[in-house]
C-alpha cells in the first residue's frame, strides 16, 4: 500500500435519454420516411448566358423537396452566391434587389410564395400561408443549387414556378408542373420507421 492512496471516481452517471425533437409537419420532411420521387423538370428559363432550371422533386407526406439550379455559361464575378437567397450573411451590401434572382411558387388556388416575402422558419407557429425555405446550398463560380422544402403539397393542377432577373434582363419567366402527379408520388412515400 502506498502512502498516496488514489481515490477510486466516483461511478458515472447514467446519460439521460436524449428526447427526440419532432418537427411540426411545415417545418421540414418528417424523419422515418422515404419520399415519393417525381421525374418531372421544368426550365424557368435560358438565354444565352444562363440557365434556371427545377429537378429532383421528392413528395412526402406532408410537403415536398425540390432543386432549383443555375448555371451560368461562364463565370461571372457578379454571381459569387446563390443569386436567389434574400438573407445571406455575405450578401454585399452594394447591391440592390435587381441584382436579386427573383423566384416564387404560385399554387393552383391562387395561393402563392416568393423569395422576397421569405419567412423565417418557427416551428411554433402554423403558417397562414405556403411555406417555402432552402434547407441546403451548394455551388460557386459557374453553377448554383438549392434544396427546398415546400408546404403544404400542392392541390390537384398546375403549380407554376416564376422567376425574373431585372439585372441581367430577364424578364418574367415561368415554368409549370403537373401537381396532380406530384399528390401521387406522395401517397407512394413509404414510412420506414413510424414514430
Known amino acids: 500500500m502506498s502512502f498516496f492512496d488514489v481515490p477510486t471516481p466516483p461511478p458515472e452517471p447514467e446519460p439521460e435519454p436524449e428526447a427526440e425533437r419532432l418537427e411540426p409537419p411545415w ?19 435560358k438565354t444565352n448566358e444562363n440557365i434556371l432550371f427545377l429537378n429532383d422533386f421528392r413528395a412526402y407526406p406532408n410537403g415536398l423537396m425540390f432543386s432549383l439550379n443555375l ?3 461562364k463565370q461571372n464575378e457578379d454571381v459569387r452566391h446563390m443569386p436567389w437567397e434574400t438573407h445571406r450573411r455575405h450578401r454585399r451590401p452594394d447591391r440592390s434587389l435587381d441584382d436579386l434572382l427573383r423566384f416564387g411558387i404560385r399554387f393552383a388556388d391562387g395561393s402563392k410564395w416568393t423569395n422576397l416575402d421569405q419567412q423565417t422558419p418557427d416551428p411554433s407557429q402554423e403558417p397562414d400561408r405556403p411555406f417555402v425555405w432552402a434547407r441546403s446550398s451548394s455551388g460557386g463560380v459557374d453553377r448554383f443549387r438549392s434544396n427546398y422544402w415546400m408546404w403544404p403539397l400542392p392541390s390537384n393542377g398546375p403549380l407554376t414556378f416564376v422567376a ?14 403537373d401537381g396532380t402527379e406530384l399528390l401521387r408520388c406522395a401517397e407512394a412515400a413509404e414510412v420506414i420507421w413510424p414514430n
Not at 27 to 45: D, H
Not at 164 to 177: L, R
Open 27 to 45: 417545418f421540414g420532411p418528417p424523419k422515418g420516411v422515404l419520399p415519393g420521387y417525381s421525374q418531372q423538370k421544368a426550365t424557368i428559363f
Open 71 to 73: 448555371v451560368l455559361r
Open 164 to 177: 425574373s432577373w431585372p439585372a441581367y434582363e430577364v424578364p418574367e419567366s415561368t415554368a409549370t408542373i
